[in-house]
């Protein structure tokens, strides 16, 4: 089966991307891992990674176009291949140059300059808007049961690999086939995105509702409160710099944040409904997640970038280790896999390595929460009436007053303490 | 013995699976034989499936009469409800249906062979007819020989006072006192028939439950209410010892909590059990393995030999059902022809009953799925509060669906109550296309219908019904 190769999620913001460029042409062969086009999204110009081998047969969307994401805007056959590009119907809009590509007029103004009979390029066809963003893994398009599209779903198998392939009548995907699929998705691959499975929707109470109202008076937005604690790192230091000493190779080298993302993740866990989304509906919901999937502030070519660590709590330090280096040097070389930016719980921000004391971050929404960390240096304390010396960090939690009050937060930062002052709980 | 004629498929038994695995085969471009010892259309089409579904419909026409007024109907006297004639007519009904086989059996180019068969190698299938023995040369053998009435030991079936439903259903003298032994499908429904007649009727069934205990207890508890209520003695845990001629009549004497009973009728049925037709047809010389008397099967009804096949109440699938038969006659028929075939789900074929009032199940019971492991919720809707129900004055009984608590997904439906058998239809297809109880509560449904009641069922087990 030709793949199809769709308009990636690229953040959870996403609803549609552009793409600026096809770095193929058509009947160009692709290897995995290559760059197949780069992505205009609300954030960042990114490139698409190909993950098979074989050869682009044929461009559907072409520079410059905008496309919903799941929409496909290429086919890839797999080596080995052979497919009639003609099959595929739509066809490669035609490509508008390096650069050049003019924006689509917005949908209510009349398309100016390019009247009939004048020289000037043709603005690019304005692609359908959706009303909604696509939730990946609904492909409404592909054929398959009810009971598997709600299987699907819940458990985040994207629908649109399968297409085609299932076993009922016509490749129609049915509930073994979702099954098969879950069994077999590679650790990641899986991850549902945000407003999909694992998660539980809570309606305000009346108090919280209140609370969120009156807020937003004085603090339009998600209004913020913050709350800091000074957490003694030298067991957490000591613990780390022992880890480093004995691990198997260099891609599991432990940083200290991977110690506090460790325990920001146990924390989440007792305090959840911080790892949250504020659903700002009528009535207002709180969606509380099962899994914490926690978004780390990246420092990118353009700004800041947001990639995702996915079940940070379920985690050894070096599986973290290994996978924050891995997901940084893909942001690093500009070539983010499609569900780095997917999915994130609860962030965290780390200004440590630059000196920060403390500082208070912005919450990233619909998240309810973000952790500011500081540097752990070393500070005069007093401990059993004598001063000592000891290495204190600052954090402080940004939280959004709507979804939990500062009791809670701290509750929440009282747990972070707790167990990175207690390190070995993060390593049982 | 003339000369050997050559089939790329012989199937043995012209039954609802035999039929359809010979039909089927033919179509498939296969040459194709079907061989018949007795009846054309097997146990269902003459005394099965199609002549007892005649007798209960007369049975239903005497119990409408009698309540005529119900509906302001005076017949002026009692009226006449002559039995024999029902079984004229549903000899009638059931020519008719020979006749449309003889067609269907032309029409598909079948030939048709008259005749006992035995497999004399795995490749030829000798024939004994009146006039003499037929070999049929042959790549492929369906066996669709079917089952008969199983006569336990105590039992002397003499055809006359003690008789299995092959002899009673074809016999037109109407019995006063008929004991039936055996709470099953076939018992019930003849019990359904007898009582409507007027007979005294008692079912003395082993189990402590009808239906084996089989079903929805909930389903059984009603159905054995209203047996009850109708006259119907319903003897349950009652192990019949002996069943035999006893001057004009019949003597059935069982135990039942430890004391033994006897009961003196005119009419002994014994409905208890049913057993595999695998005598004589040569299966044990090829090597054909069995499971418990049954002919072991894979999912294409492969037997363990190849080029033998097995298909309906012989084999050793779950159901011995005319539907499932023929269901499995079609896969056998693709499986010969190499075509792709999709494994029967067993779990989506409805069971009907046709006492009554009608039982129809489809899927897991709750403590079947709950066996299974599964968390299963049951949504249950009386049709006391369905307003054709009551319209057509059968308010008695329920709908029952059995629904995944996880996911919605269809796990069984179990209905009691008029036109059950007709209702369960819509179901199978929200379980065969992988439809969920939101499915099943977003299809509207006509109204006023009884069919309502399974979507409203579905609400209930959603927690979403308004109109109870």
Not at chain 1, 94 to 120: E, H, L
């Amino acid at each position: 089966m030709p793949e199809e190769i769709v308009m990636p999620r690229l953040s959870d913001t996403m609803s549609e991307g552009t793409i600026a460029r096809w770095l193929k042409k058509e009947g160009d062969p692709v290897k995995t891992g290559e760059a197949l086009f780069e992505v205009e999204t609300d954030k960042a110009t990114l490139e698409l990674q190909s993950y098979h081998d074989g050869t682009l047969v044929k461009i559907l969307r072409g520079d410059g176009s905008t496309a919903p994401i799941g929409t496909p805007v290429g086919i890839l056959a797999k080596a080995g291949e052979s497919v009639d590009p003609s099959q595929y119907k739509g066809g490669s809009e035609p490509p508008a140059g390096r650069g050049a590509a003019p924006p689509a007029p917005p949908q209510d103004s009349p398309p100016s300059g390019a009247q009939r009979g004048t020289a000037s390029p043709e603005p690019p066809a304005p692609s359908a808007q959706p009303t909604a963003p696509v939730p990946a893994g609904a492909a409404e398009d592909v054929r398959a049961s009810p009971l598997a599209r709600l299987m699907a779903e819940q458990n985040g198998v994207d629908l649109r690999a399968l297409a085609g392939k299932g076993s009922g009548p016509g490749g129609r995907i049915v509930r073994s086939d979702v099954e098969g699929a879950a069994k077999t998705a590679p650790r990641g691959a899986a991850a549902p995105a945000p407003g999909g499975p694992d998660h539980e929707d809570r309606e305000l109470n009346r108090v919280r509702q209140a609370i969120a109202r009156n807020l937003a008076l004085s603090k339009p937005g998600a209004p913020h409160i913050y709350l800091t604690m000074e957490i003694e790192m030298d067991a957490a230091l000591a613990l780390y710099r022992q880890l480093n000493e004995v691990v198997a190779d260099e891609q599991s080298r432990l940083t200290v944040n991977d110690l506090v993302l460790k325990a920001t993740a146990l924390a989440l866990r007792k305090l959840p409904d911080l790892n949250a989304h504020f659903l700002d509906e009528k009535p207002p919901k709180l969606r509380v997640f099962n899994r914490v999937n926690l978004t780390v502030a990246v420092p990118g070519e353009q700004g800041l970038m947001v990639p995702v660590i996915k079940d940070v709590d379920k985690k050894s330090l070096s599986q973290i280790a290994r996978e924050a280096k891995q997901v940084y040097g893909r942001i690093r070389s500009n070539k983010p896999a499609p569900d780095d930016f997917q999915g994130g719980t609860f962030a965290v921000s780390n200004l440590g390595r630059w000196g920060i004391d403390e500082f208070q971050a912005v919450i990233n929404p619909p998240q309810v929460g973000i952790l500011a960390i500081g540097a752990a240096a070393p500070q005069p304390v007093v401990r059993d009436g004598k001063v000592e010396i000891r290495s204190m960090m600052r954090v402080t939690a940004s939280v959004d007053h709507r979804a939990a009050d500062g009791v809670y937060t701290a509750d929440f930062l009282v747990e972070l303490k707790r167990l990175l002052e207690h390190p070995l709980t993060l390593v049982i | 013995m003339t000369t050997a004629q050559s089939y790329d498929v012989v199937v043995i038994g012209s039954g609802p699976g035999g039929y359809i695995a010979a039909f089927r085969a033919a179509e498939n471009g296969l040459k194709t034989a079907m061989v018949e010892r007795e009846w054309l259309g097997g146990v269902c089409t003459n005394v099965g499936c199609i002549p007892s579904k005649a007798l209960l419909k007369n049975a239903s026409v005497v119990r409408l009469l009698r309540d005529a007024k119900t509906f302001g109907i005076e017949l002026g006297g009692d009226f006449k409800a002559d039995y024999g004639a029902a079984v004229k007519r549903s000899r009638d009904v059931v020519g008719r249906s020979n006749k449309g086989l003889e067609f269907l059996i032309k029409k598909h180019k079948v030939d048709y062979v008259p005749g006992e068969a035995k497999l004399a190698a795995k490749d030829t299938v000798s024939v004994a007819a009146k006039d003499g023995t037929r070999q049929l040369k042959t790549k492929n053998v369906v066996i669709a020989t079917g089952a008969r009435p199983r006569v336990f030991p105590g039992m002397e079936v003499d055809g006359q006072a003690v008789q299995t439903v092959w002899q009673l259903i074809v016999d037109e003298r109407q019995p006063q006192k008929l004991a039936i032994v055996g709470g099953g499908v076939v018992g019930c429904e003849m019990a359904t028939v007898f009582r409507s007649y007027g007979c005294e009727v008692t079912i003395v069934e082993a189990m402590p439950a009808l239906f084996a205990g089989r079903e929805d207890p909930k389903v059984t508890q009603i159905v054995t209410r209203a047996f009850e209520k109708q006259g119907i003695k319903v003897l349950t845990g009652a192990k019949v010892e002996s069943a035999k001629k006893q001057g004009a009549g019949a003597r059935v004497v069982f135990s039942r909590d430890g004391k033994q009973e006897t009961l003196d009728v005119d009419r002994v049925l014994v409905a208890a059990a049913m057993q595999p037709n695998t005598e004589n047809l040569g299966l044990e010389q090829l090597g054909v393995q069995l499971d418990r008397g049954y002919v072991k099967v894979d999912e294409k009804m492969a037997t363990s030999v190849p080029g033998i096949w097995a298909i309906g109440d012989v084999a050793n699938t779950p159901l011995g059902l005319a539907h499932s038969a023929s269901a499995e006659g079609h896969v056998v028929a693709d499986a010969i022809a190499g075509k792709p075939v999709h494994p029967i789900k067993y779990t989506q074929i409805p069971r009907p009953i046709f006492c009554n009032p009608q039982v129809a199940a489809i899927g897991l019971t709750e403590a079947q799925a709950k066996e299974q492991g599964l968390s299963a919720k049951v949504g249950e809707f009386p049709f006391m509060a369905s307003g054709k129900a009551r319209a057509e004055g059968d308010t008695e009984g329920v709908v029952r669906v059995v629904v995944d608590a996880k996911y919605g997904e269809i796990l069984g439906c179990h209905i009691v109550g008029p036109e059950a058998t007709e209702i369960i239809a819509q179901v199978a297809p929200y379980m065969a296309l992988e439809g969920t109880s939101r499915e099943m509560m977003d299809t509207v449904v006509a109204h006023p219908t009884l069919a309502e009641a399974v979507r409203l069922a579905a609400q209930v087990a959603e927690g979403e019904a308004l109109e109870i």
